[in-house]
Structure formats: C-alpha cells, structure tokens
C-alpha cells in the first residue's frame, strides 16, 4: 500500500465523489445508450461528454486530430502526464431493449449499444472529474488528459491521435471496457489490429482443374 501522506484521504475524496454523484452517472450512461450513435456520428454523445468535463473544470479541445467527435480534455499541469480515452461509438443492427437477455430490439435495424461503449464512456467521464475534484482538494500535481476516441470499431481515431502528439508527452494511459469481472490489466493488451506481412512459399493450384500442381509451404518439395 503506498504510504504518501495524503494519498489515501484523495483516493477517499474520488470514492465519496463518486457515491454521491452516482444517480447522475447512471442517467449518463442511460443518455449515451439511447444514443447509440454510430463511429464519426456521436455528436450528441460527445457533445454530452464534453459539455460534462468542461462544466466540471476542465479545458477542451474539441475536434482534434480532425475528427469532428474527438476530443482531448486537461486539467492541471506539469507531471506526471496522465490520460484516459474511451469509445462511445454504437454497432451497426444492435438496437436491443435494456435488460432482455434474448435479441429484442428498440427500433428495428437501428444501431445500438450491445458491447458496451456507452458503460465506458459514462466510467472516464465520472472516474475523471472525480480525480480531477481530489487533484483539486489535496493540491496534487500532474495532468490529466481525457480523451474521447470515435469510431473504435472501426479502428479509426487513436492512430491519429498518437501520429498527431497527443501523447507525446503521456507518461501512463489507461481506457475502461467492459468485461466478464473487475479487474485491470497492463502492458501491450487487446491489440484490435495488429500489422503483418506472410509469404507464402509454396505453390497455389486450382482445387478443380489441376490439385497435383499444388505444393504446401512447409514442404513445398
């Protein structure tokens, strides 16, 4: 357990925060569920999140990276440089009433929310201005940078982000998801899209008009 003097009471401070404001953090999650706006169409949601933040202290720049529903929020200054990014983009055909198990959409073909983006952006917008109110109440020093990535499915925005120095400066990052139990993970995890190239060294041949002529790579002999 770390013993810096102060650490515990601010971790409290966050807790309590959070406990109090937890109603409005529900209907936060219920707003962006209803959304349930596609990637590069969350207008309504980002402008919700970040309508949040900046009534809550902190600056925002909106529609970085070129993309018209990012966003980066700070409070603070100096180090460490911390940040925390989401997605709240909806999937195309999951339309799905709250709390039915089988498929029982709330307008048929619509998109919907049925891997859980709207739960993790309601978690950074709540757990941010929580340490942003303890950053403020013990005096702590540091940055925190929220940002708002769209289009995860499409695996879009965050590559831009890093190409435009975004993070350059970011000494730890850390996104919510939902999962299967609570816990936390680090290192280099849930890569969606991975870069590769294979070469193939055996010999392709049609399955119909010619099979022998085909020779697999391992022993292509």
């Known amino acids: ?3 810096r003097p102060g650490l515990a009471s601010a971790q409290e401070h966050a807790a309590q925060y959070l406990w109090r404001n937890m ?26 999140m970040t309508g949040l933040l900046e009534d809550g202290g902190f600056r925002v720049e ?18 460490p440089v911390i940040a925390l990014h989401t997605e709240y983009d ?10 039915v198990v089988e ?4 307008v048929e073909g619509a998109p919907g929310h049925c891997e859980g983006h709207n739960c993790n952006a309601a978690v950074l917008i709540s757990s941010s201005l929580a340490v942003k109110s303890a950053m403020a109440a013990f005096g702590l020093k540091g940055t925190l940078k ?23 400066d970011v000494d730890a990052a850390f996104a919510p998801h939902v999962g299967s139990e609570f816990g936390c993970g680090y290192g280099l995890i849930q890569s969606a ?16 008009v010619a099979p022998w002529k085909g020779r697999r790579a391992p022993n292509p002999n």
């Open 23 to 48: 109603t409005a953090i529900a209907q936060l999650n219920d707003s962006i569920f209803y959304f349930g706006e596609l990637g590069m169409q969350e207008y309504e949601t980002a402008a919700l």
């Open 103 to 106: 498929p029982k959409p709330i």
């Open 90 to 99: 909806s999937n195309p055909d999951n339309s799905q009433q709250a709390g």
């Open 193 to 208: 899209l991975i870069s590769a190239i294979f070469t193939f060294h055996g010999e392709t041949a049609h399955a119909g």
């Open 1 to 3: 357990m770390d013993r």
């Open 62 to 79: 909106r529609g970085i990276a070129g993309f018209p529903t990012g966003f980066c929020a700070t409070f603070g200054s100096g180090g």
């Open 146 to 168: 929220v940002f708002g990535a769209p289009a995860e499915e499409q695996l879009v925005s965050r590559p831009y982000y890093v190409r435009d120095g975004y993070f350059d």
